[in-house]
Nanobody, 116 residues
């Protein structure tokens, strides 16, 4: 059974940084593209970053230059380094495969709150 466990969220001031982690089990992690999504209250879930099995990345315009997605296949883990955080980055963050692939069961996500 596939399981995704996100961690690393918290409360941070504007301009601060956080590093999110997503540990995956029950799948051939190294061959899967992975992505980070977020969902703010009252809004749809959106993809913010994705990384292929080979390490190619792409980002939503809203986070480009501030967020960095990476992966450690030996640890079955994907990361999201978030710098220069803004209040509008406040959301619950989830990992999953990118759109267009068969989505896995969602994990519980990790809450990121950017506020002074």
């Amino acid at each position: 059974q596939v399981r995704l466990v996100e961690s690393g969220g918290g409360l941070v001031q504007p301009g601060g940084s956080l590093r999110l982690s997503c540990a995956a089990s029950g799948l051939l992690f190294s061959i899967n593209a992975m992505g980070w999504y977020r969902q703010a209250p009252g809004k749809q879930r959106e993809l913010v970053a994705a990384i292929t099995s080979g390490g190619s990345t792409n980002y939503a315009d809203s986070v480009k230059g501030r967020f960095t997605i990476s992966r450690d296949n030996a640890k079955n883990t994907v990361y999201l380094q978030m710098n220069s955080l803004k209040p509008e980055d406040t959301a619950r963050y989830y990992c999953n495969v990118p759109p267009g692939l068969r989505l896995l069961d969602w994990g519980q996500g990790t809450q990121v709150t950017v506020s002074s």
